[in-house]
């Protein structure tokens, strides 16, 4: 029997899921913030008269939310970036078919302009229907849990970047309703990114408990706990 060495990757993701939780409970409340904010401003091109310090403390408020929203969300992004590339890799040496892009191209593809449309959403979907496949044929589940959810977080992400451009290139009440319903579509992408990668760390876990499947620590077993 030929075992298939798996790098760890649990610890990664559960990282990932602690910051992407983080995230998404900013981003709710964010997105209160903004319907109160649009309420605001909404009052003030009616012509109702709104203090002044009110408008500073608002808009004071939103200039933090955002830059800590912005610095998890590059945390997020560098965690993903990690994870997957693990993730990926693990698919390479399970060869369960030849992987259709190199390993690198888990880092590149985000920041690659048009190609960042559409080539994270195929690596993901490779790695998920693989590791289904697998574990199917092999009776260790019996149903496809992520899938659909993939494609459903992709558009829902590309909707809501392009709503947030919107906003940015929008002038008055307009611009902050994009901002508005950018920040629905994001919470709906963070919800299903969640259970996404929730899926993809139970399936990583049952491809350990296969009969010819390892995981690879290396010369080292202490590396269980610092995989990183």
Same mark, same amino acid.
């Given at each position: ?29 964010? @997105?209160? +913030?903004?319907? *109160? ?27 933090? =939310? ?13 965690? +993903? ?9 693990? *698919?390479?040496?399970?060869? @369960?078919?030849?992987? &259709? ?16 449309? &559409? ?10 229907? =693989? /590791? ?7 009776? @260790?589940? &019996? /149903? ?8 459903? !977080?992709? !558009? ?5 970047? @392009? ?6 290139? =929008? ?5 902050? +309703? ?6 629905? +579509? ?9 259970? $996404?990668?929730?899926?993809?760390? $139970?399936?990583? #876990?049952?491809?350990?408990?296969? #009969? ?17």
């Amino acid at each position: 029997m030929v075992l298939t060495k798996l790098k760890p990757n649990e610890k990664r993701g559960s990282i990932l899921l602690i910051f992407l939780r983080i995230h998404l409970g900013l981003l709710i409340l964010k @997105f209160i +913030f903004e319907v *109160y904010r649009y309420s605001l401003w909404a009052k003030i091109y009616k012509g109702i008269p709104i203090t002044q310090e009110s408008l500073i403390i608002v808009e004071l408020i939103c200039f933090f =939310s955002s830059a800590i929203l912005i610095l998890l969300f590059i945390t997020c992004v560098v965690l +993903f970036i990690a994870w997957l590339y693990r993730a990926y890799e693990n *698919y390479i040496r399970f060869q @369960f078919q030849p992987p &259709r892009f190199s390993l690198y191209w888990t880092a590149l593809a985000w920041f690659v302009p048009f190609i960042n449309l &559409r080539l994270p959403y195929l690596l993901m979907s490779e790695v998920i229907e =693989s /590791y289904e496949a697998i574990l199917i044929q092999r009776d @260790f589940i &019996r /149903y496809k849990p992520s899938r659909h959810i993939v494609k459903s !977080w992709w !558009w829902i992400t590309l909707v809501g970047a @392009f709503l947030a451009l919107a906003f940015i290139f =929008s002038e008055g009440l307009l611009g902050y +309703f994009f901002l508005v319903i950018a920040h629905a +579509f994001l919470i709906l992408s963070g919800i299903l990114v969640v259970k $996404m990668i929730s899926d993809l760390i $139970m399936m990583e #876990k049952g491809l350990t408990d296969l #009969k010819d499947v390892t995981v690879d620590y290396g010369d080292d077993p202490t590396l269980l706990d610092n995989e990183f």
